[in-house]
């Protein structure tokens, strides 16, 4: 069993590696991508001739360990003020310059504020901080490893990737009620209904973003309501959902490959 996963396609794009990707996926007993798009992408780029199934990635959600209250109070977030929510790597395609030129948009009048679950260091991007105006708006938390306390301390996800296989970030707001506004970009629509469990916008329109983040900001009845839809969602992307498919998937192979 192989998994196309992303650092496969990173690979599959390059002339060294490509011929040793498509023998090890080629050679497989089953392969699996975690969307349609990685498997697309995937397939296309290594002209695979094997079927690939599509296992969509799962988000097991501790319980958080302080209250909402607390942890806002933690961050000096007022009961009323909306806070957005970015976790990732910070890595060049989540295009964090966007998020920042994104929030920069927003009405100066909504007291949000931004916090950036970093999985590496933020500090060069404290410049584009400072140069956008937005110091006090946000706040950058590295090496987090209890990310459902401050999870469900969130109002809304945002989230600005030029390309994305899935985007778990996105999941595990969900499981918490939280909406997300995103770039309709790779699996991410596999994940975010549109207008269902949160906002998509064009790739690279900072514009198109912070007019869909600005009406889920004025607009509290609506962001709860898809913040109801998206923790429904998530359901389908729970454990309880997705390990049996896997499982049914070894199931098969092995007794494909006993006959």
């Known amino acids: 069993l192989a998994a196309a996963d992303d650092a496969a396609l990173v690979l599959a794009r390059d002339p060294a590696f490509a011929p040793a990707i498509r023998h090890a996926l080629q050679s497989s007993d089953a392969v699996t991508a975690v969307s349609q798009f990685l498997a697309a992408e995937t397939h296309d780029a290594l002209n695979l001739d094997v079927p690939t199934t599509v296992i969509h990635n799962f988000f097991t959600p501790q319980q958080p360990r302080r209250t909402r209250e607390a942890v806002r109070d933690e961050l000096k977030i007022a009961p009323d003020q909306p806070l ?21 948009l927003l009405p100066r009048e909504i007291p949000f504020k931004l916090l950036v679950l970093a999985g590496d ?20 938390l590295e090496g987090v490893t209890d990310i459902e306390d401050y999870l469900h301390a969130a109002d809304l996800g945002l989230f600005t990737s030029d390309t994305e296989s899935f ?15 995103a770039t309709r970009v790779g699996g991410i629509p596999e994940v975010l209904l549109d207008n269902v469990t949160g906002l998509l916008a064009p790739a690279g329109d900072a514009a198109a973003l912070a007019s869909q983040v600005t009406a889920l900001l004025r607009g509290p009845p609506r962001r709860s309501a898809l913040g109801v839809a ?30």
């Open 230 to 259: 998206a923790r429904a969602r998530a359901e389908r992307f729970s454990a309880p959902v997705i390990v049996p498919q896997y499982e049914a998937l070894y199931a098969q192979t092995l007794a494909t490959r006993a006959r």
């Open 121 to 140: 260091s933020f500090a060069p991007f404290a410049g584009e901080v400072e140069r956008l105006g937005l110091q006090g708006r946000v706040i950058a």
């Open 167 to 181: 985007c778990l970030s996105i999941l595990e707001l969900m499981c918490f009620g939280v909406p997300s506004v």
């Open 84 to 104: 957005l929510m970015h976790l990732s790597n910070l890595r060049p395609l989540k295009r964090i310059d966007l998020l920042l030129h994104t929030l920069a």
